[in-house]
C-alpha cells in the first residue's frame, strides 16, 4: 500500500505539488492523471526519496523509501526505459541488480522469462528497441516480486503489441494482489487499464474515485477529466505567461 500525506515540493516560488494526500490500495490498477507539469512525476521521484519533499509524508507498506532494508522486495518501480547500461546484456544487467539486492540468480531467469525477452537475454541493451527497454526495466521492477510497483508513463513510444502487453501485465500483477500505481497522460489507455484514479492539477488532488463513479453524468472518461482539469490547466498556462513577462 501507498500512503501519501500533505506532500508538497516547492521549486523557490513554483510549487509542483500542493498538500497533497492519497492512499494506493492493493488488489487493483490505480491510475495517476493528469496534465502535463500538473506534479505526477514529481510526486512519484518523492515516494521514491528521489526527490526530498519540502513538507508532508510518503510511505511503501508504513515506511518511507529510505528505511526500506532490500528496496527491490519492497516496491519495484519503471521510471526510465534508458536507465540499463547498453553495454551489458539484459541478463547481466538484471544478474548485477540481484547481487547487489542480495537476491538469487535464479530471479533473472524468472522475470526475463514473464516480460519476454528470455529469446534476447544474451544481446546486449544498446541493440533494444524501446519497447524491450521498456520489457527490461519491468523485469527489474519485478526482480523482488514486490508487493507494490509504480509505472510512470510506462507505454510512451511503444506500439499497440507493446501497449497491451504492459496493460495485462498490470492488470495481471493487480489480481495477484499487489498495489500498482500506473501515471499516465493518456485518458484512453486508463479507461482501458485502471480501476481507479487519482487525478491532480497544478499539483492539487482533483479527484480520488473508481472509474464508473467518477465518469457518472459525463459522456466518457475524456469528458469527466477535461471538467475536473479545466481550471486548472489554464491557471497553469496564464502562470507561465506571467513568468515570462508576456500576456496571452
Not at 490500495?25 to 521521484?45: D, E, M, Q, Y
Not at 518511507?64 to 540499463?84: F, I, K, M, S
Not at 551489458?88 to 514473464?114: D, I, Y
Request: charged share 20%.
Amino acid at each position: 500500500m501507498i500512503d501519501v500525506h500533505r506532500l508538497t515540493k516547492r521549486y523557490g516560488s513554483r510549487t509542483a505539488v500542493d498538500d497533497l494526500s492519497f492512499t494506493v490500495r492493493p488488489g487493483r490498477v490505480t491510475g495517476f492523471l493528469g496534465p502535463n507539469g500538473a506534479g505526477k512525476s514529481t510526486t512519484i521521484r518523492m515516494l521514491l526519496a528521489l526527490t526530498t519533499p519540502s513538507s508532508g509524508s510518503a510511505a511503501v507498506n508504513g515506511r518511507p523509501y529510505r528505511r526500506l532494508h532490500t528496496p527491490l522486495r519492497e516496491v519495484g518501480a519503471v521510471l526510465d526505459a534508458a536507465g540499463a547500461h547498453g553495454g551489458r546484456t539484459a541478463f547481466r544487467h538484471l544478474c548485477w541488480l540481484a547481487a547487489s539486492n542480495g537476491l538469487p540468480r535464479r530471479r533473472a531467469t524468472e522475470v526475463l522469462e514473464r516480460t519476454g525477452l528470455t529469446s534476447v537475454a544474451g544481446r546486449r541493451v544498446s541493440g533494444f528497441s524501446l519497447g524491450m527497454r521498456q520489457r527490461l526495466g519491468i523485469a527489474a521492477a519485478l526482480l523482488g516480486d514486490p508487493p507494490t510497483l509504480i509505472f510512470d508513463e510506462p507505454v510512451n513510444g511503444l506500439d499497440p503489441e507493446g501497449v497491451r502487453w504492459i496493460r495485462s501485465l498490470m492488470r495481471a500483477l493487480a489480481a495477484e494482489g499487489r498495489t500498482v500505481l500506473v501515471s499516465s497522460h493518456l485518458i484512453s489507455e486508463m479507461a482501458l487499464t485502471a480501476d481507479h484514479l487519482l487525478v491532480i492539477g497544478a499539483g492539487r488532488l482533483l479527484a480520488d474515485d473508481g472509474i464508473v463513479r467518477l465518469t457518472r453524468g459525463h459522456a466518457s472518461l475524456e469528458a469527466a477529466y477535461f471538467a475536473l482539469t479545466a481550471s486548472t490547466t489554464q491557471h497553469r498556462s496564464d502562470a507561465d505567461w506571467a513568468a515570462e513577462g508576456r500576456t496571452p
